[in-house]
């Protein structure tokens, strides 16, 4: 797994998840022009800051990314009881 990778799929996530991306940015503080800039993977000059992806993560509450980062390096993740309903 490498960085632009990383980055696809949370563009995935924010553009195809479950919140609409301006609600995401909203949500996140960042104006939604800077969101989309931040998570294209082919923009070179941009970069998605691990900041920004756990807030991205919270504020979509998806853990596919999350999951996939865990799993390449050998790891599983589970919901804590706070977050099973």
């Known amino acids: 797994m490498n960085i632009e990778s990383i ?3 949370t563009q995935d996530v924010v553009l195809a998840g479950n ?16 969101l989309l800039r931040e998570i294209n993977p082919f ?12 807030d991205i993560l919270k504020a979509t509450n998806e853990v596919s990314l999350l999951e996939h980062m865990a799993k390449s390096i050998g790891y599983t993740i589970k919901p804590n009881n706070a977050h099973q309903s």
């Open 7 to 9: 980055t696809k799929m």
């Open 19 to 34: 919140k609409p991306a301006k609600e995401v940015a909203e949500k996140i503080g960042k104006p939604y022009s800077t």
């Open 43 to 54: 923009d070179q000059n941009a970069k998605l800051g691990a900041g920004t992806l756990l």
